[in-house]
């Protein structure tokens, strides 16, 4: 029996299960284990619309189980990584207790964290997004902010509670304070205290122009149309640190907000960093077949791996490369396991498309820009072609046609027990039946 362990079920991870499904998972001598934090795969791109209340929060996400039925699912959470020895030390369950999975081959696809850069209070204050969970917090937290501001009657406390910052003007923090500002806007009129000009929304992005990845042109597109909706972006502008007074800039600004949203940086996973293998950046170095020189049967893909491409340059963090890798590096494995030639990773990145609200997006496809509503109806098309599942397709679809025919839902998503009776209180309420 040959075992084959994929950890992290992203885009890279999730993939390569898919493949494997396909290949080797019918092979009576292959034991494929798939281990994940979540038991399910997120679609990150649509983050910002459940954060928003375009989209129902369980519509993009797909549960492993319905998709994988011969690669096995463990959710668990990775502690431990040894590879020399050849196993990977896991814990799960509600008490944590762990287990050791060996394997003969490895694949290493854990993705990235947030990084803070050590600045003063944001770990402790700033919310992030990364995973489902940020995005219904921080939905939560713009609902409870305007339940509070409406009620409220300090001045200032109300100003911070309707003030909001997101800061990094890339991919992530452009879709997300676009997503913010719709909802905010559209939101505020059903709170009959609170007046749409008490609103104040901050991009802060430390270059020139926001959106680098696409070019000056679409950036500064992008950046108009924020500005036009009365987003205030402040470009070559960073963050000091939050504190309970609100956030602080390196200029000595301070913008009294409750609220800070940090999209503005990623470190590779830390687990990665007591693995022997050779690193850059804290990334795992692979070579062009994903795999990690020096440990035979190991690879690594995805936002944790520096995978070379034919100039030796590594490919960018994206989704659109990291689920391609998933799919070769899953016929690399097939073949080292059942003879063949490999095939390098080689990819040219197809495009990138941003949604920056309000029916309009930016886009740059092969070369070529697009921006205003062609450029949303062509984002909104291409990720829901990305979207896996058919069932998730529909169910996504119907939500942005629902969403044209009704307000964004207010509903909060408490995860509060219903409250018990305590012993004294049960006491009482016994008396009082008897009585
Ligand atoms: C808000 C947002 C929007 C984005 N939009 C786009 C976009 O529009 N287009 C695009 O191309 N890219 C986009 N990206 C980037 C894209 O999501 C990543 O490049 C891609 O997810 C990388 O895939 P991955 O498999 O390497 O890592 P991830 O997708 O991060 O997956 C890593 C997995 O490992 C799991 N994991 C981590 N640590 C452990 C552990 N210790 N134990 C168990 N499991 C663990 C995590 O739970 C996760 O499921 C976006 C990212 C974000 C955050």
Redo the contacts with the bound molecule.
Sequence with gaps: MKRIVI????????YTALELEKTLARERDIEITF????NFF?F??M??EVAASDLDLAHIVNPFRKMLKRVNFFQ????HIDLPGKNVA?THGTEHHPHTLEYDYLVI????ITNFFNLAGLEQRALT??SLGDAIYLRNRMIANLEEADFECFLDQRESLLTYVVAGGG??GV??IASMNDFLRKAIGFYPHLKENQLRIVLVHPGKVILPELGEKLGSYAQKKLQERKIEVRVNSRIKGVTSQGVELTDGTMIPSDTLVW?AGTSP?P?LMKLPCEKEKGKIQTNSYMEVPGFPGVYA????ALVPDPQGKPYP??????LRQGKVLARNLAVEIRGGQKKPFVFSTIG??ASIGRRTGVANILGFNFSGFIAWWMWRTI?LSKLPSFEKKVRVALDWTLDLLFNKDLVQFLTLRSRTLSNSEAELSQTSEVA
């Design positions: 950890l992290g079920g992203g885009f890279g991870g999730l281990v994940n934090r979540e997120l990150t791109p983050l910002h668990g959470d990775v502690q896991v696809g854990l993705g990235s997004m990364k991919f992530a879709e997300t999209t996973n687990l893909l995805g936002d944790c963090p994206t989704a659109q490369h990291a990138q498309l990720y």
